[in-house]
């Protein structure tokens, strides 16, 4: 039994050895010189701009510039902007599309801990997506019906809000209260499969609402139900579950 400790003691020393050495391999990153000048030509003109959101783009000669989920380029002396997406003639790649997914994917992890969540048991979930939803949407509640076969397949589903009358609105409202109640999950659920909300879900507290339906509409989402696809991509509309878990495994996280 005195073994145990030691050998914890052992591994705790081993793992801490291996985590320096990781440490010192890691390549550091080297500075950028022309990088940096075409962000210092970019602060005037472009002042809403955020230097990190400046970077250097596949194509040679062309810089990315993004905000708030919008893209761009520029030329290396910093005077021509190109608005629209690249795509790789050679490969097909639609490459501004990549990197639309992967902001879009980032924003709505950063809501994961806001979410209202349906999922397979734990350690099932192969996948997950993000579904903005509204709770008077028709087609959200046909989703919802799905739901329990889509958790079958192994999808885990994380629910945010975006009420489609905008705010103030009967729907904003109604999510708010979905949000506020002790079992969101089953109020959400009596909300999209019934059309009603529980008599009882009538309180008001701090909620992000408000902070998803304005993520939605930086991302330019034309309506509900507006699936997150695990890549970043956007199923819209709703599909029956074998179509869904279709959808997803032919866009897998990256």
């Known amino acids: 039994m005195r073994t145990m400790p030691r050998l914890g003691g052992w591994l705790r020393t081993l793992a801490g050895l291996l985590c320096t050495l990781l440490a010192a ?6 500075p950028d010189p022309e990088l940096e000048q075409i962000r210092d030509k970019l602060a005037k003109s472009l002042p ?3 230097r990190q959101n400046i970077v250097r783009s596949p194509a040679p000669g062309l810089y990315e510039i993004h905000q708030a989920h919008a893209f761009g380029y520029v030329t290396a002396d910093g005077r021509y902007l190109v608005s629209g997406d690249l795509i790789d003639m050679q490969s097909g790649a639609r490459l501004t599309d990549q990197r639309r997914n992967q902001e879009r994917l980032q924003s709505v992890l950063d809501q994961a801990g806001n979410a209202i969540v349906f999922a397979p048991p734990p350690g099932q979930a192969r996948q997950w997506v ?5 709770v008077d949407c028709h087609y959200c509640k046909l989703l919802h019906k799905e739901i329990d076969a889509i958790n079958d397949a192994g999808i885990g589903v994380r629910y945010l809000f975006f009420s489609k009358d905008g705010k103030p609105s009967q729907a904003f409202d109604e999510a708010q209260k979905v949000w506020c109640d002790v079992d969101r999950q089953g109020v959400l659920s009596t909300a999209l499969l019934t059309g009603k909300l529980p008599r009882r ?3 008001a507290c701090p909620n992000p609402v408000e ?4 993520l939605a509409k930086a991302m330019g989402l034309r309506g509900t139900p507006a699936t997150i696809l695990p890549d970043g991509s956007v199923l819209y509309g709703f599909v029956k579950a074998r179509e869904f878990v279709k959808q997803v495994d032919e866009h897998p996280a990256r």
Do not use: H, I
Request: hydrophobic share 35%; aromatic share 10%; net charge negative.
């Open 48 to 50: 809403d701009v955020q």
């Open 201 to 203: 879900a009538a309180g």
């Open 211 to 214: 902070s998803q339906y304005e």
């Open 25 to 30: 391999s890691a390549p550091a990153q080297q």
């Open 130 to 134: 993000t579904v903005f939803t509204d």
